[in-house]
């Protein structure tokens, strides 16, 4: 105890807090560096067509949407059932229904 006392005298705790501030500071540049050279590297690839992006889950031969989106156009069920039946999310389902009423639009 008398020794935390005699640290907090000497303004000890203030340096390592300024310590720490700068050595954040320091992370965070470091951080934004990489993140630089990332996004560099994803331009490069992209001009020289290797880098495409994510592959999406549900492409347009997909079966499990397919079917899912002909159960919906039936009418005989509801989404729940559709949902469950396909093994496809709630969200995923009307993502796909509203692509198509686009493209039909």
Known sequence: ???YLRFTA?????????LITVMAGVN????????MRQREGIEIAKSQGKYKGRVKKYHKNHEGIN????????GDMTVKQICE????????LYRKLDEDKMLNN
């Open 85 to 92: 039946i396909t093994n496809i999310s709630r969200s995923s």
């Open 28 to 35: 965070q540049l470091e951080r934004d560096l990489i993140k």
């Open 67 to 74: 079917y899912a989106v002909k159960l919906y156009h039936e």
């Open 10 to 18: 000497m303004g000890l705790p203030r340096y390592s807090q300024f």
């Open 1 to 3: 105890m008398f020794i």
